[in-house]
């Protein structure tokens, strides 16, 4: 099993997400969106679309997503099987988090690093 596939997307807390979205849109050229974030869409060498996205999102500081990391950042990355990932992360002595979700978007799992950073692992949904 392939582990980490590509990024899926970084998300940072801000204390004003708003403020901040607006200097990255006007400074960075970053299309933000009224939801706090962007969507990049992948392309190859030649500018033509290919399956897969990266999302860029701001969120404010109490954002309990981030739990129970103190970290003002996380980083979400694609993988093959959440599930199995998470399971192999676990018998390796990792800090997994007992939840996995699954949606519409695909199925995640999180894992804490040495560091304290809460790591999402996402597995995209089938043909995405």
């Not at 299309?31 to 974030?37: I, N, P, T």
């Not at 998470?86 to 007992?98: F, I, M, T, Y």
Request: one cysteine or more.
């Amino acid at each position: 099993m392939r582990r980490v596939t590509g990024i899926g997307g970084v998300f940072f807390k801000a204390a004003d997400p708003v403020a901040l979205g607006a200097w990255y849109r006007r400074h960075l050229g970053i299309d933000v969106q009224e939801w706090g974030g962007a969507v990049f869409r992948w392309s190859d060498d030649r500018d033509e679309p290919v399956s897969g996205t990266t999302i860029w999102s701001v969120s404010p500081q109490d954002a309990e997503s981030f739990a129970p990391s103190s970290a003002s950042f996380m980083v979400n990355y694609r993988v093959e099987d959440a599930r199995a990932l998470a399971q192999v992360l676990r018998e390796e002595g990792c800090n997994v988090l007992d939840r996995i979700d699954e949606s519409e978007y695909g199925v995640f799992a999180w894992v804490i690093d040495p560091e304290g950073n809460k790591v999402e692992l996402w597995q995209p949904p089938p043909g995405q």
